[in-house]
């Protein structure tokens, strides 16, 4: 059974990040969008320097999974930022929440959402919201399994690609099912 750890992520830490990010959004979304908007999309938005000022910035703390010691996932919120439909009084974002596709299953994806619960909790937060896209299914299937409902939407766009994620949000008043 492989050795599972979930540890706070640093701004040393910011080049596993940049991999991560890359690699799972890569993983995910290469099929779906151009290859000249991921590109420039990934270099932008998932770049060493941006994550390592990401790490620095208090109100957007990460979490790293690992599995035999090897960084295979990882989480980050974000304090203070809202999109219109989302509930509560003091609501946290669930930024990312990626795992590589070799590490998921076996409780992974689950032991990082249980992480981020209890991260915002710990704000007293009441709310954890997300956005995912629409077509994500499986990633759809796993935040219903996590009991996040559907309060919104917005547009998201990686270059000339338009696309619409669905708002999610979870009321932090309840156990995870």
């Known amino acids: 059974m492989p050795a599972i750890a979930i540890r ?95 590490a998921q299953g076996g409780g992974r994806g689950a032991a990082l959402m249980a992480e981020a619960v209890e991260m915002a909790r710990a704000w007293g937060a009441d709310v954890l919201w997300l956005g995912v896209w629409e077509n994500n299914h499986k990633a759809l299937a796993f935040y219903a399994r996590s009991g996040f409902r559907e309060v919104g939407d917005h547009v998201f766009q990686i270059g000339n690609q338009v696309d619409r994620d669905l708002i999610l949000a979870l009321d932090l008043g309840r156990d995870l099912p």
């Open 8 to 102: 706070p992520a640093t701004p040393e830490d910011a080049a596993i990040l940049a991999d991560l990010a890359t690699r799972t959004f890569r993983e995910t979304f290469e099929q779906h969008t151009s290859g000249p908007d991921l590109e420039a999309f990934l270099a932008t938005v998932y770049g060493e320097a941006i994550q390592q000022a990401e790490l620095e910035d208090s109100s957007r703390p990460a979490r790293i999974l690992e599995v035999d010691g090897v960084p295979m996932g990882f989480l980050q919120l974000r304090l203070g930022h809202r999109e219109p439909g989302v509930p509560g009084e003091r609501p946290v974002e669930l930024q990312r929440i990626y795992v590589l596709r070799a």
